[in-house]
DNA sequence: TAAATATGTCGGATTTTCCCGACGCGTTCC
DNA sequence: GGAACGCGTCGGGAAAATCCGACATATTTA
């Protein structure tokens, strides 16, 4: 047993948790939050050159977190939160166990 | 400037995020959901030598989800779902339907 | 005390991540 | 049409992550 992929995803792929391991993706997503904004806008906050910025946004887009939509020639990025369920409800899971014990011990919660 | 990481951080930190983002760390934490287990034992589910598990409790070690207690000759690895609330807390601020669970466990907050 | 067990750590190979400068493509403005 | 703008992608390099076999350390058992 040599392999360590033994197979599937085309190797390049990352999880949504994988995506949010990044701090800068973390921050364009929460500059997302209360509204599109351009790939430039997104930079502007954000220390890093320009082709980075889009690769961040390119695996956004690639895990789902977000949307683009050409607008003349420029490009809207908007938030799609769905896939953060799946961390939510990770979270859920790992979590219900310890909330369901304060509850047995604290009644009053 | 050919520097990356200005500074700060020993270089080999990593925050929660990051510790999630890995697979078989999410599994470990998962299986120490409903109690304390050994090195060997969380490694049986894994598919991976002794050492690389030995590695990823490490990490877990180091931004506090997990932490072992010696006993015998093994040690005894057991959850600790604090550092999850700020996973939580982000996700709180990105989704509006995440709070209460949180709370629940960290009244703090 | 010696062997066996449980786990951590070291050395090193491979892969992945992260970032940048340069370039290409479509769109808008003059 | 040609220059300027916005953005993606390519090529590539440095750093980090991931993994393993081998070795080290502590503890229990024979």
């Given at each position: ?20 391991a990044n701090p800068a993706r973390r ?26 910025v889009s690769e961040h946004l390119a ?51």
């Open positions: 047993m040599t392999q360590r992929r033994t197979d599937g995803e085309s190797a390049g792929t990352r999880d949504v948790f994988a995506a949010l921050q364009v997503l929460m500059a997302l939050r209360e509204g599109p904004l351009t790939a430039s806008a997104l930079g502007a906050g954000l220390a890093l050159s320009r082709p980075a695996l956004l887009r690639a895990v789902g977190l977000v949307q683009a939509k050409k607008r003349g020639r420029e490009r809207l990025y908007h938030l799609d939160p769905r896939p953060l369920t799946e961390v939510g409800a990770w979270l859920n899971v790992m979590l219900a166990y310890w909330t369901q014990r304060v509850r047995d011990l604290d009644p009053a919660l």
